[in-house]
């Protein structure tokens, strides 16, 4: 796994943060209460937040004080279409050079994630699910396919649709079609796994915001 500086850990921390939930939308993020988190100095931190500030994960300034983005419904169809396009192309470059060590880490990170639904720990469950994938991606040795699809996923809404009642359970299932790709070094399975996962979250978040809308 490739070295990383102290930003970048704490960028990862943050990312990981934001898509679980653990930091929703609009709230403050105070430079001193996170690097008291991560027991680190402020210095990290107020790099991290200017990069993702340049990803889109939060908005303001990283002196006076930086907030996570809202996200905008409206452009989510355009992200959903962009997820699918490159998502498709890292899964598929995972599965050509995973081995038998890649897959091993991704079952475990797979298994945890069950275990948080299981043991209705939320918001590690969210959490889970993002190391999963962003570990795969990892995977595929594309770094600036994976810095565009991290500046998708900034604005993406993970958090409503993983709030759905029964989601990350079928999110679950999802990937267990998606590892028994993987061992099969099916790529072509891979990505038809991957976009399936992807437009399902999207189509369950649209039938709730339709479902809303008319019982008001």
């Given at each position: 796994m490739q070295y990383k500086t102290k930003e970048e850990q704490v960028a990862d921390f943050l990312r990981e943060g934001i898509?679980?939930?653990?930091?929703?939308?609009?709230?403050?993020?105070?430079?001193?209460?996170?690097?008291?988190?991560l027991n680190t100095s402020i210095t990290p931190v107020r790099e991290a937040l200017k990069l993702l500030a340049a990803e889109g994960y939060v908005v303001g300034d990283s002196y006076r004080g930086a907030m996570v983005a809202p996200f905008d419904i409206d452009a989510t169809t355009e992200m959903l279409n962009l997820r699918i396009l490159l998502e498709t192309q890292l899964v598929r470059a995972a599965v050509e050079r995973a081995d038998t060590n890649h897959i091993e880490e991704l079952h475990?990170?797979?298994?945890?994630?069950?275990?948080?639904?299981?043991?209705a720990r939320n918001e590690e469950a969210r959490a889970a699910n993002y190391r999963f994938h962003h570990r795969m991606f990892e995977i595929a040795q594309m770094p600036q396919t994976l810095s565009f699809v991290q500046?998708?996923?900034?604005?993406?809404?993970?958090?409503?649709?993983?709030?759905?009642?029964?989601?990350?359970?079928?999110?679950?299932?999802?990937?267990?079609?998606?590892?028994?790709?993987?061992?099969?070094s099916d790529s072509a399975a891979a990505m038809l796994a991957t976009r399936r996962h992807i437009e399902s979250g999207w189509l369950e978040l649209q039938h709730s915001i339709s479902a809303d809308a008319a019982a008001t």
């Open positions: 898509i679980a939930g653990r930091f929703p939308r609009g709230a403050r993020l105070k430079q001193q209460e996170i690097a008291t988190l475990r990170l797979a298994e945890a994630f069950e275990r948080a639904i299981a043991e500046i998708l996923w900034a604005r993406y809404p993970f958090d409503l649709i993983n709030r759905l009642p029964g989601r990350v359970s079928r999110a679950a299932e999802e990937h267990e079609e998606l590892m028994n790709a993987f061992i099969r």
